[in-house]
Nanobody
């Protein structure tokens, strides 16, 4: 049974930082590209950042480029999202997801972690 469990969300003031973690179980983590998505109230889910399963190359959506950093620790089956210089518009539920070898759709999703940025 595959599980992705996010942690590290919470309330932070604008300009602050936090780090989200997502720990996976039940899969060969090293074979999965990992992504962080977010969904703000009344909006669709959007990809925020992703990290390749083999090269470790990364992608960032324009709104977070230069402020967020995605990383992974394969021995710990964990992917991280470091968020700096947070803005109120970063408020959303953040989800991690796993994509087998980076092919096709994301196969597995976490339950989500709420991030609220106050102005």
């Amino acid at each position: 049974q595959v599980q992705l469990v996010e942690s590290g969300g919470g309330l932070v003031q604008a300009g602050g930082s936090l780090r989200l973690s997502c720990t996976a179980s039940g899969l060969d983590f090293s074979k999965y590209a990992m992504g962080w998505f977010r969904q703000a109230p009344g909006k669709g889910r959007e990809l925020v950042a992703s990290i390749n399963w083999s090269t470790g190359s990364t992608y960032y959506a324009d709104p977070v480029k230069g402020r967020f950093t995605i990383s992974r620790d394969n021995p710990k089956n964990t992917v991280y999202l470091r968020a700096d210089s947070l803005k109120p518009e970063d408020t959303a539920v953040y989800y991690c997801a796993a994509n087998y070898r980076g092919l096709g759709q994301y196969n597995y999703w976490g339950q989500g972690a709420q991030v609220t940025v106050s102005s």
